[in-house]
């Protein structure tokens, strides 16, 4: 018996995101401490993607291509620690992330619906 393909789509929960660059080898461009070169936009912002261009250009990179990241963000090191600490704890590791947010307060939602109490 042949199993059944089934047809998948990614959908972007945001149009906002970072765009990096990454190279023909399929490596993000990033500093010598390993922090990814980057930049706030709104998918397809031709203005943005240009500062992104020429930045990595500076740097000497002139093959490869900028690819948006949906519903990222620039997180400090700190930022960073604080929500690995979240994740521990069972919290969603950003508090900025509303569509995680969201999901879960739906989830809340149908298990208040079903009486299900979730307790540690």
Do not use: C
Request: no cysteine.
């Amino acid at each position: 018996m042949k199993a059944k393909k089934k047809n998948v789509s990614i959908v972007e929960e945001s149009d906002l995101g970072l765009y990096v660059w990454i190279t023909a080898e399929g490596k993000i461009v990033a500093d010598d401490s390993g922090n990814y070169f980057n930049i706030p936009a709104r998918k397809n912002d031709l203005k943005q993607l240009e500062v992104l261009k020429n930045s990595v250009k500076d740097l000497g990179v002139y093959d490869g291509k900028p690819v948006f990241l949906a519903g990222h963000r620039r997180v400090t090191d700190e930022e960073f620690e604080y929500q690995k600490q979240r994740l521990e704890w069972g919290l969603i590791p950003d508090e900025l992330d509303l569509p995680a947010f969201k999901e879960e307060l739906k989830n809340k939602k149908v298990r208040d619906a079903q009486g299900i109490r979730v307790t540690d």
